[in-house]
């Protein structure tokens, strides 16, 4: 079982900045990739979009709205993600999740945080 607990979040206007992080305890060693959905608001729990994501190698993919803007980063030891996110638009408003996906033999098994309101607004 992995625990996620995500915190960073708040209300900035646009062109703010903010940074998200997400701290992994559990059986960590099992996994591979961290990622950042985020749930615009009016939008169901399957229309989360992905915002950015990072294997434990460092690999790191970005959503198209976002590229440019925001940073995923990640501590191995500290078992941590980071998103920085700058130049925030009202568009990027959400609840942001961090998702963790670990491997076990074949197996891959998904885990969520509680999430993180971003508001952006003027």
């Known amino acids: 079982q992995v625990q996620l607990v995500e915190s960073g979040g708040g209300s900035v206007q646009p062109g703010g900045s903010l940074t998200l992080s997400c701290a992994a305890s559990?059986?960590?060693?099992?996994?591979?990739?961290m990622d950042w959905y985020r749930q615009a608001p009016g939008k169901s729990r399957e229309e989360r979009e992905l915002v950015a994501a990072i294997t434990r190698s460092g690999t790191t993919t970005y959503g198209d709205s976002v590229k440019g803007r925001f940073t995923i980063t990640r501590d191995n030891d500290k078992m941590t993600v980071h998103l920085q996110m700058l130049n925030l638009q009202p568009g990027d408003t959400g609840i942001y999740y961090c998702?963790?996906?670990?491997?076990?033999?074949?197996?891959?098994?998904?885990?969520w945080g509680q999430g993180t309101q971003v508001t952006v607004s003027s």
């Open positions: 559990g059986t960590t060693d099992t996994i591979y990739a």
């Open positions: 998702n963790a996906i670990a491997r076990v033999g074949l197996t891959d098994y998904v885990f």
